[in-house]
């Protein structure tokens, strides 16, 4: 597969308005480099499920074929993350919000409180990754693996299986 274009998406209404600095999506971008692959977009909304719908399409049109949120996967009223992708999503792969899940568990009791997920929308596959910085990367880094030949299928590439 050519080069992973990524699309890096902050769900947070403190970091949209100034309040708080966004430390998610940038670990979030520094991890992606590492993985070679390349930062096409970035921003950082409010927890709105409009505007997260519209900044994950944008991103899509623009040729961002793997979409990263950070922030809105847990229980707290304002967390919409996941609603928001779910509205607009082609199909659901349960698997990853089970793996991420399964290996935050392993580090924080917590972790069972994740909404985490993956989802294809339009040609793009979209991850909800949790809001704190380091349970971003670590998320990410528990299916890695898995993107290169999911991004194939989001993207209508045939596999050879």
């Known amino acids: 597969m050519n080069q992973i274009i990524v699309g890096v998406i902050t769900v947070s209404d403190r970091a949209s308005q100034g309040f708080y600095e966004d430390l998610g999506g940038p670990a979030l971008k520094e991890a992606v480099v590492r993985y070679g692959w390349q930062v096409l977009a ?26 990263l949120t950070t922030g809105g996967t847990g229980a707290a009223p304002r ?41 294809i929308v339009e040609r793009s596959l979209v991850i909800a990754l949790p809001g704190k910085p380091q349970g971003a990367v670590d ?6 693996s898995a993107i290169p030949h999911s991004l194939k299928i989001a993207q209508e590439i045939p596999t050879s299986c």
């Open 139 to 144: 998320c990410l880094g528990y299916v890695a």
């Open 42 to 67: 970035e921003a950082v909304v409010p927890d709105d499920i409009g505007r997260i719908r519209e900044t994950v399409r944008s991103f899509s049109s623009q040729g961002c074929g793997l979409i």
């Open 79 to 119: 967390d919409v993350t996941p609603e928001a992708i779910r509205g607009i999503m082609r199909v659901e792969l349960p698997g990853f919000g089970e793996a991420m899940r399964a290996g935050s568990l392993k580090l924080t009791p917590n972790a069972i409180l994740s909404r985490c997920l993956a989802a």
